[in-house]
Structures are given as structure tokens and as C-alpha cells.
């Protein structure tokens, strides 16, 4: 055992760190309120390598293994969840596809060319109105005539997918119908700019309020069959392990939030008096503090094995929704006991913790709801599979 970081996996979070202490931190509530892209950070973060985690070098990013990655984007979602929604979108969902699925000159030209270390974003279409956990249900199609597909659909709530640094979105959709009567479901690639690919406007949203999440419409949009990622039929597998990875990240997000919370919690107790005394010393509020101490190192062990597994090459599907589930639920117990430790104050659009309690929602449904990962950890245990395996026979059903 070592729970020591190498010299690469420190440096990342220490620079990560600095970066979100001096130049999201100060932002963040300004951001939220505005709702606003920030484009200006993100441009900051790609020069310092922040949006090309885990790319080779030779594909335009700053490689690093998955733990340095995760470490990098705690820092950066304890300065602003919407920065660091921004961050993990683009690095898991829209790169790391690419990455592992795609041909040498799927990598060289979209990551290299077109992405170059984040100056474009890539977006990860999957969700539908008829197709959020259950992705069987996508009715978004794609059909092959004469080496063009001809995508027609919509997708729903594609976070990065309408900036004005987008680049484009890898969407999931149905080429066929296997032989059990199982859509067969493939991952194609569609550039920005593609005739008949539009997006909408945006939302009106509780949290992630300064990130983008689009519509997008697809209609008769065409591309070449060489934009095919990976083999026909295999979309279903490819989404699968993309949100594994996609789980521990959404993890380490949600550590950087309760990290945030303790934080604000900490320096709220020192700085508030009643009863002639500073609240910190009633044992109502240090016990809180404790609590949610505990729950955010055991939360951050859980994301930081599940990322060691990975980077062994090791099964951590199961280790990774156990460490998505824990850990967003330890951000959602933390936001609500640093907002009691703030009492009337914490209720207020003045604090941070109030913004923290309405953004901490989400990460209990993003990348795969607490009720599917509770479901596949289960699965996992009772046929004592590796979790993907339970898991593909699940969402086969
Ligand atoms: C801000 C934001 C950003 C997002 N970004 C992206 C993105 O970049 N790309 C993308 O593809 N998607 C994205 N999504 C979609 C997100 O992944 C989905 O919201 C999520 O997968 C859940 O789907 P749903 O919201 O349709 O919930 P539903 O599937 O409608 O689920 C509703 C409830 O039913 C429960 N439920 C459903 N099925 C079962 C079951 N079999 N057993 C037990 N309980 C069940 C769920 O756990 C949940 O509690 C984003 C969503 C939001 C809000």
C-alpha cells in the first residue's frame, strides 16, 4: 500500500489548485448569477493543460494517468462545479471516446487538429426525451446510403455542445435492429458545422448554471461512413465503459463540491458568536464538521481506488459507481450541513453554500442515476461479475 501521489499526479493537483484558488474561486458566484459560459478560464485552463488530461501528447494533449486527472478536477470543482462540469464533459465524455475507440486518423484529426489540448470542445450525445437511463429506447436514426450516413433525431441536455469553441458531439444512435429485436445502437461523429445539425438555446437551470447543455436537432444531417467511432453496433458497449470512467470523475467532482462545503463550514464556525462565543465551540457544530470530514476523505479514497484500478487496467466498474453514489450523496449531506452551520445567512443568494445546495443535485443524476448504480453494484454482487458484465446483461433486459 502507498497513499502517497507521484511527483506528476501532485503537480497536476497543485497546479489545478493555484489555478481555481486565484482565478475560478474569486469568479464563481459572478458566473453562477450571470450564467454565463466562461470562456475566458476555460481558454486559461486549456493553456495549462488542464483540458487535454489524459490525451497523449502526440494527439495535442498534456497526458497524465486517470488518479492525476481526478485530483485535478476535485481543485477545480471546489472552486465552481460549473467550470468543473465544463472540464469533465469535454475530457471523459468527449475525448476519452475518441481516445479509445477511435482510428489513428479519427485521434490525429479531431483530437489533434480539430481539439488541439481543449482549444475546441467535443461534446457526448447519448440522453433523448424517450432515452435517459434506459438508451434503448434512442430514436434518434442513422442510415447507411451510399457511404453517407443520413442522421435524423434529437437529443436532449448535451452539456459543451453549443459554445462558440465547440467543435462538435459523438451521438449515439440507432443504425439497425439486432436479431433479439435489441436496437442496434453505433457512435458517430458530427462536426459543428454539418448542414442540418442546429442546436437550442440553452436552459434555465437550479445548478451548473455558468456550463452549456443544448438541444440539438438532426435533421437529414449527412456524414461519411469513416466518421463511424468504433465498429457499427458496438455504441451500446462503447457508452457503457465511457460512463464508468465518466462515474469516478463525476465522483471527484462531487468530493471538490463537499470539500467546498466543509470549507465554507469551517470558516463560518471560527467567524460566527452567540452566546458570547464563537459557535464552533458548541459540540452541535463540531460534530457536523467532523461528520462531513469523514465522509469527504472516505468519498475521495473511494474516487481515487476506482481511478488506481483503471490506470492498472483493473475491472473498477463496480468500484466506480460505489464511489459515484457515495460520493455525490456525501456532497448532498455536506451542502445541507454547511448551509444549518450558516443558519438564516446560508439561505441567501450571498453565500456560497447556498449556491452549493442548489448545484449539488445534479450529481445524483448525471452519468447514470444513484438508483442504476445502486442497481448495478447489486447485480454485481449477487452473480459476482465484474460490474460492466452485470451491468450489460442489466440494461440488456
Ligand atoms: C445538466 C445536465 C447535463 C447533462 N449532460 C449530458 C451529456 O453531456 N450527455 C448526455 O448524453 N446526457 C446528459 N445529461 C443527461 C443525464 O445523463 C440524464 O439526465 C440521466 O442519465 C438520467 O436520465 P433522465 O434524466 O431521463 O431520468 P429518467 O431515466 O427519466 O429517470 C427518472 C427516475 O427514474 C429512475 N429510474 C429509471 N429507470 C430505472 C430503473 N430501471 N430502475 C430503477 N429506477 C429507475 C431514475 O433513477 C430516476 O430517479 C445531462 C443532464 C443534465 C440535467
New binding site residues.
Partial sequence: MNFDYTPDQRRWRDAAREFAEAEIFPVAARLDKEQKFPYEIVAKMCDLGFMGLTVPEEYGGTECDFVAYNLALEEISRADTSVG?TME?HVS?GCAPLLAYGTKEQKEHYLGEVIRGGEKLW?????EENA???AGGTETTADLQNGEWLVNGE???????GTDITGGVTVIAKTGERENGKPELTAIIIEQDTPGFTRGPG?E?TG?RA?D?RQLYFRDVRVPEKNTLGARGKGFRQFLSTLDAGRVAVGALSVGLAQACLDEALKRAKERRQFGRSISEFQAIQFKLADMAMEVELARNMVLKAAWLKDRGRPFGREASMAKVFASETAKRAADQAVQVWGGEGFMETSNVARYWRQVK?NE????????NR?IIARSLLSDEPATAAKQKMLAQ
Fill in positions: 462540469i464533459a465524455l461534446a457526448f450525445g447519448l440522453t435517459g437511463t434506459d437529443k436532449k441536455w448535451i452539456t459543451n455542445s436552459y437551470k451548473w456550463s447543455q445534479i443524476i448525471g452519468e447514470g442515476t444513484s438508483e442504476i442497481q
